[in-house]
């Protein structure tokens, strides 16, 4: 991540899965903020903070928002009271009075020993309560998102080393169905061919007299290229890669388009399909679809 101006720009591809944890002394409080993230097709933010401090879950919304655009995720903050706060302890008098003369009942009734003393009846903590000061709830915002952007700081950098990966094998199966269409593209005119001369000697094994029309092989065999023609899928399919490529190079959550792109790639790779009854270029673009299927689960994880 860059900041320019005090602006964020992120510039690297994410992956939707990350951890992010801080934990420390914050302006006198004890906090833990811990963030995680798991794919999913929209932003859903869930959050567990301490009760009585709503204004802190929608701090953590924009502070989440900020660095995140897509994504499952789940943060936990947990706060420690701070020991200077001012506080009053109140005593329930006639709950203590009611302790008192139920020791004072036991002892006359058993012939106990009087040891009844402020000491005992103090270990009944119910007759006391503690009153502290209402906590400042933009203080407490402020602190959470102090720790928070430290969190957040390590959650990003997972989820851009995760995105590099998932990059990397991306642009890998790219460049193996590049191959694999170049390899079509190769040996399509040799099908044409050996259709060409299959047509011409089935032909002259039919007449018995070697009298085909050469003329009219040609013309079958050009119908026949013209029905199996696959350049214009090829170039398509190629233009798709190179979209794709330039995307993952891009600054932006590309998740959703990245999907659009690899829809298609496989409708491209299909239609090759349906028009090639050569066994060798059906294994290729088997192979191209097993490469598709492999970066579309690939890029579900791309933010």
């Not at 006359?108 to 270990?123: E, Q, R």
């Not at 593209?185 to 040799?190: D, F, H, I, V």
């Not at 026949?224 to 890669?241: G, M, N, P, Y």
Request: charge should be negative; include cysteine; glycine fraction near 6%.
């Amino acid at each position: 991540m860059l900041e320019f101006n005090g602006e964020r720009w992120f510039v690297m591809i994410k992956s939707m899965t990350g951890y992010g944890r801080f934990e420390g002394v914050v302006e006198g409080r004890r906090i833990v903020f811990e963030i995680k993230s798991v794919n999913h097709r929209f932003f859903e933010l869930q959050c567990r903070t301490p009760r009585g401090c709503g204004l802190i879950e929608e701090t953590i919304k924009n502070l989440v928002s900020e660095y995140v655009t897509r994504g499952k995720i789940d943060v936990f903050v947990s706060i420690e009271a701070d020991d200077e706060v001012a506080a009053e302890v109140s005593l329930n008098h006639s709950l203590a009075a009611g302790y008192i003369n139920a020791l004072r009942e036991l002892r006359d009734k058993y012939g106990l020993t009087d040891d009844i003393t402020v000491s005992l009846v103090a270990k009944y903590g119910d007759i006391f309560t503690v009153h502290k000061a209402p906590e400042d709830e933009e203080k407490l915002c402020e602190i959470v998102e102090q720790a928070g952007k430290q969190a957040l700081e390590a959650f990003v950098a997972m989820r851009e080393r995760e995105g590099e990966k998932l990059k990397e094998d991306v642009l890998e199966r790219c460049d193996t169905i590049i191959g694999l269409v170049c390899r079509i593209e190769q040996r399509y005119p040799q099908m044409v061919e050996e259709y060409r001369n299959k047509l011409f000697a089935r032909l002259n094994e039919i007449l018995d007299d070697g009298t085909a029309d050469p003329q009219r092989i040609l013309t079958e065999a050009a119908i026949f290229a013209d029905k199996t023609a696959v350049d214009e899928e090829t170039v398509r399919l190629r233009s798709h890669i190179d979209q794709l490529k330039c995307m993952l190079s891009g600054s932006e959550a590309i998740g959703r388009k990245l999907d659009f792109i690899v829809q298609e790639m496989n409708r491209e790779a299909n239609t090759i399909g349906s028009k090639i009854s050569d066994a060798e270029l059906a294994h290729k673009v088997v192979d191209i679809k097993s490469e598709i299927e492999k970066i579309r689960e690939q890029i579900q994880n791309i933010e």
